[in-house]
């Protein structure tokens, strides 16, 4: 069986604004107090009225420029119609025919084939989040409860093409918008909590006989970790090519379905409810004005935005000589770390040495501690100054380790630290690098004179007896270069 | 004109539940409205822009602070049916 | 005289003057209540006890000789669609009998800053649908000129209280014509201001884009006074426009010089009862003879008003209605299948008759295969309605016609015709649709006794215009000094 396989995302992002959409509750998870972020607007209260807030339109617009979205110079909010007990108005305030957002892009690489996929966006936009419903699973008939908390949570919709050819691309195409979405500081994306969701839709386009015929499509709701959109979108496919073998459908033959994912159970289940024909009977919300907005506001926003992940991986790679690996590992955690990293990497001058120390030393001591890198006592600068030194030669990177090691401790009392106590240090445990020959030369003729024995057993071949002599010249000159020393003792003994 | 079955479908829309009795005025009443509302197929509305608002304001917004909620009591104080914490609803049918 | 005879202008002239106290004031208001009530109907709650305490603080804090607010001391009351914090707002429904919001309406807070006395809430249409008050599922309100007919509505309640002199102000909405065809039906003034002139935070929605919260009278100047503290703009209505509200109050005594009034040949053709249509054109002599310029105006579209009225209204109420489901607040049923049953029972029993043929027409209007035809059809000629004022406001300050074609009807005349009650709102609703202002004046009488209402119309935000030409009539006659005896 020769198939296709096509996949377009519906991506739902909570927008990280401190109030609601439309009133002043904050906006808060907050599941373990229900319904105390309420209040007239977001009740659906006769007699109340919305107002956009304008902080969740800016990052809306923000969001839609970096998913390379044309903004719309004109938009309007609709009503969605449709009744559920999480939705107290019985219609959502949402974008119908004129979102404020376009026609966007994002590009993907997909390790399994190598090969770069661009997903184009149908749209982006803006519209409020429902309540929350918690049913009863005792199976015993009790009434589902209802919390409204999250009603009136800006939220932004974000619509694929299906453009999206497996379920590995589709986990790539939403781990990689979770990233650009955190280094845009527009949402927190945590799936758990269900501030990034995820509709799947799913069908296949079998080739037989030269022809080219679809199935139907299959929409896989609420799927709430990267995990399970990958399972859940692999289990969908293998049932649908089972089912072509088994008894052909060609889309249109049989309505659209809608299922939901177990994730304990590993199966889909078929979703009953809203099952009806929808008719939403969108109309424009008179309640609430249009937007209008001008190259120069769209310019604006479009200046606040930072470099994104996709551009810092190749800058990383092609202008610091970074292994795509390490660019990789630096640019994943984040636009603060990330940030961290190009300051130390300025202030030292040299790409590789930052990448190691940060992914590295800087790492392990984030992840011993549990903190994050805006946490960390060894600011930027600090770190960018002890790797100068090791850069130029003089500290080596034992002693850079050192003084590291020691800037940490001094911080244990949760002072930050500042550049010149790396001075200090240096000089307390004379960690200068030793660039003195004269001296150096002085203090190894003084070791080989007091060890003539050993002197002698080195000068005769046997090598192993050259450490010990390294160890006496290194205990009295700590900044010395142990490889260094080695060397002249040998060219000494040996020369 | 409107039959029975459109108001049944409509009904259904709008969540009201109708008696058989009801069914057949809404029907008649609703029809005796739509046959008036054919007098706008009078009227030639090319190149006529929609209505929808009729105050000629835009770019309304309010900054994004964070003003005191109501106490769960009060959000709750209408409500049908609670249990001081939740709204309370029929089983939702979701999962079958 | 007694006391509740008196204007608006008159109680705060008395009440300065120390002639009387708020609470003498409240209270013979409150003895009028009791005394006509029963026969007139046009309360579903009276809150004489907080009332009383309001005047007797205005009392106290006018001797300590603080300043009062400009409605210091003035009774007024509300249609029962505005909220109000810790007192019942019903729309008249059995769906919110029982409802009491946890908020004041933006004008409750505005008429508390201003410190007037809040007497009560006051029948209507129930959620404003209809024009006779007979569609209250909580009370009859009938006419105080002749207890037989309906006060008009949906503002039936707040109209005949001011008419039967139960109040001096009452405050009430309009979404077709539903605060000028009750003032016209009982002989009082109302007016419905600009769309956006007033806060519609806290007016439980019927139509929004229609709805505006306006002010009753026994005057003009009472209005104006009224109207001064309704107007401004409130953060929490996007619709509500920011502008500086004139002081009403003080420039509606004056005559407006070289004044051009519009008249609209069609609104004296079919349908219009004589007797309304020769009081109009006897209205519009008393304006030529203090020289102002009669000028025949166009308003080709109107005629399509009622029409593309309730397919906007509909569609838009069927979407601010959906919100009663028995699920946050208001009426659940108690026997249902199950959830979907639940709603829809809640809501067959929660609402009237009325309000569900306007639920069902507007689900209609909007539903897929239908909205092109109907609502996107009725948005563009609503925008044609809107030209043909704005074309007309361009050559006169204000139109002036008939506010109904009838005065008012009986009892139980049109409960089984919708359509033609529909039809009574065909001068009104145009307004509303052009988002314009618009107010009634008593204007005369039928030979039955009835009263007939004069309805001016101006250009978006000239509402002193308006009440400085409705004044001038008002100066030049005495339909509103007549009071109701029954």
Excluded at chain 1, 162 to 185: C, G, H, K, Q, V
Excluded at chain 1, 189 to 213: F, K
Excluded at chain 3, 77 to 86: E, M, R, V
Aim: charged residues 25%.
């Amino acid at each position: 069986m020769d198939y296709t396989t096509i996949i377009g995302l519906e991506v739902h992002v909570q927008l990280l604004t401190k109030s609601k959409i439309f009133c002043g509750c904050a906006n808060l998870f907050n599941p373990d107090n229900p319904n105390v972020q309420t209040c007239p607007v977001c009740l659906g209260l006769p007699g109340s009225l919305p107002v956009m807030n304008r902080k969740a339109f800016q990052l809306s617009v923000k969001t839609g420029l970096a998913l390379n979205c044309d903004i719309a110079s004109f938009t309007k909010w609709d009503r969605k119609q449709y009744y559920y007990p999480d939705l107290p108005k019985a219609y959502q305030i949402s974008q119908f025919d004129l979102p404020f957002s376009a026609d966007g892009w994002v590009d993907i690489e997909v390790p399994s084939t190598g090969e770069t996929r661009r997903v184009r966006l149908i749209r982006a936009h803006l519209e409020e989040d429902a309540g929350k419903n918690i049913h009863d699973e005792s199976g015993r008939g009790a009434d589902s409860r209802v919390d409204l908390n999250r009603t009136g949570t800006p939220l932004l919709e974000i619509v694929t093409q299906p453009d999206i050819r497996s379920a590995e691309e589709a986990r790539i195409f939403l781990e990689d918008l979770r990233l650009m979405l955190r280094y845009l500081a527009v949402s927190d994306c945590e799936m758990q909590e269900g501030s990034l969701r995820c509709d799947a839709n799913v069908n296949l386009h079998v080739e037989e006989n030269g022809e080219t015929i679809p199935t139907p499509i299959v929409e896989i709701k609420n799927l709430n970790s990267f995990r399970g959109v990958e399972a859940a979108i692999e289990h969908e496919l293998k049932k649908q090519v089972k089912a072509w073998q088994t008894d052909p459908r060609r889309m249109g033959e049989v309505p659209k379905t809608t299922v939901g994912w177990d994730a304990n159970r590993n199966a889909t289940f078929e979703q009953r409810g809203k099952e009806e024909a929808a008719d939403y009977r969108y109309f424009p919300d008179p309640d609430l004005c249009p937007v209008t907005i001008t190259q120069e506001e769209v310019d604006e926003i479009r200046s606040t935005i930072c470099e994104l992940p996709g551009v810092r991986r190749t800058r990383y790679v092609s202008e610091l000589g970074l292994t795509p690996y390490d660019a990789g590992v630096i640019v994943d955690q984040g636009a603060e770390f990330a940030s961290y990293f190009d300051e130390v990497c300025v202030t030292c001058g040299d790409g590789k040495q930052a990448a190691n120390w940060v992914t590295q030393d800087v790492q392990r001591e984030l992840n011993e501690r549990k903190l994050e890198i805006g946490e960390f006592p060894v600011s930027a600068p600090v770190l960018g100054a002890v790797l100068k030194k090791v850069v130029d030669g003089e500290l080596t990177i034992k002693s850079g380790r050192e003084v590291f090691a020691t800037l940490l401790s001094d911080a244990g009392d949760g002072t930050r630290i500042s550049a010149e106590r790396i001075d200090a240090i240096i000089a307390d445990k004379g960690l200068g690098k030793e660039q003195d020959t004269g001296k150096i030369d002085a203090v190894i003729q003084a070791v080989l004179d007091r060890n003539a024995a050993v002197a002698e057993d080195v000068r005769n071949g046997r090598m192993q007896a050259v450490g010990p002599l390294i160890g006496q010249v290194m205990r009295e000159l700590k900044g010395a270069d142990a490889k260094d020393v080695r060397q002249m003792i040998l060219d000494k003994l040996q020369g | 004109m409107l039959t029975r079955e459109d108001v049944e479908k409509v009904a259904g829309l709008a969540r009201l539940k109708l008696t058989e009795e009801e069914i057949s005025e809404m029907a008649d009443k609703l029809s005796q409205v739509i046959s008036y509302v054919t007098v706008l197929d009078e009227v030639d509305v090319s190149n006529v822009e929609p209505m929808a608002h009729v105050a000629d304001v835009a770019n309304i917004f309010r900054e994004d602070a964070v003003r005191e909620s109501l106490p769960r009591e009060a959000a709750l104080d209408n409500a049908p049916k609670s249990d001081g914490k939740y709204f309370l609803v029929p089983q939702i049918l979701e999962n079958a | 005289m007694s006391i509740s005879e008196l204007t608006t202008a008159e109680l705060q002239s008395g009440l300065q003057a120390g002639t009387f106290s708020a609470v003498e004031l409240t209270q013979s208001y409150l003895d009028a209540i009791s005394r006509r009530e029963e026969s007139v109907g046009a309360f579903l709650t009276v809150c004489g006890e907080s009332a009383l305490s309001q005047a007797a603080a205005v009392d106290a804090r006018r001797q300590s000789g603080e300043q009062l607010g400009t409605l210091a001391g003035i009774p007024v009351a509300l249609k029962d669609n505005i909220c109000t914090a810790g007192t019942k707002t019903t729309c008249a429904s059995r769906m919110l009998e029982n409802f009491v919001p946890p908020y004041d309406a933006h004008i409750v807070t505005r008429l508390k800053a201003a410190d007037a006395v809040l007497v009560g809430k006051t029948n209507l249409d129930e959620y404003a649908m209809g024009s006779s008050t007979e569609n209250s599922a909580l009370g009859k309100t009938r006419n105080p000129w002749d207890l037989q007919r309906t006060p008009g509505g949906s503002s039936g309640g707040s109209a005949a209280s001011v008419a039967a002199r139960l109040t001096p102000l009452s405050v009430g909405s309009d979404t077709g014509g539903s605060i000028r065809q009750p003032a016209s039906f009982c002989g009082v003034v109302g007016m419905k201001p600009t769309y956006g002139r007033v806060s519609r935070y806290g007016l439980v929605a019927f139509a929004s884009s229609l709805d505006q919260i306006g002010p009753f009278a026994t005057d003009v100047t009472g209005a104006a006074s009224l109207l001064e503290v309704l107007a401004g703009h409130d953060e929490r209505d996007s619709t509500s426009v920011n502008r500086p509200v004139p002081e009403y109050s003080r420039s509606v005594e004056q005559p407006l010089e070289g004044l051009r009034v519009g008249v609209v040949q069609e609104h004296f053709a079919e349908g219009i009862d004589e007797e309304v249509a020769s009081s109009i054109r006897a209205a519009i002599e008393v304006y030529r003879s203090l020289g102002a310029e009669i000028v025949d105006v166009a308003l080709p579209h109107s005629k399509y008003g009622v029409a593309v009225y309730y397919l906007i209204a509909s569609s838009e109420a069927s979407s601010n209605l959906a919100r009663y489901d028995g699920v946050h607040y208001g009426h659940r049923a108690s026997e249902f299948e199950n959830m979907v049953d639940m709603y829809a029972a809640s809501r067959a029993e929660g609402f009237g008759d009325e309000v569900k043929r306007r639920i069902m027409l507007g689900v209609y209007a909007l539903s897929e295969g239908y909205s092109d035809q109907y609502y996107l059809k009725a948005l563009k000629v609503r925008r044609l309605i809107r030209n043909d004022f704005d074309a007309a406001f361009k050559n006169v300050d204000v139109i002036a016609g008939p506010t109904c074609p009838t005065p008012a009807f009986k009892i139980g005349e049109l409960v089984d015709d919708p359509l033609q009650m529909y039809l009574a709102d065909v001068y009104t609703i145009s307004a509303n649709l052009a988002g314009i202002p618009g107010i009634s004046v008593p204007a005369g009488f039928s030979p039955a006794g009835l009263p007939i209402g004069l309805q001016l119309l101006a250009a978006p935000f000239e509402e002193e215009k308006l009440l400085r030409a409705a004044r001038m009539f008002e100066r030049e006659t005495d339909f509103h000094t007549k009071v109701p005896q029954f």
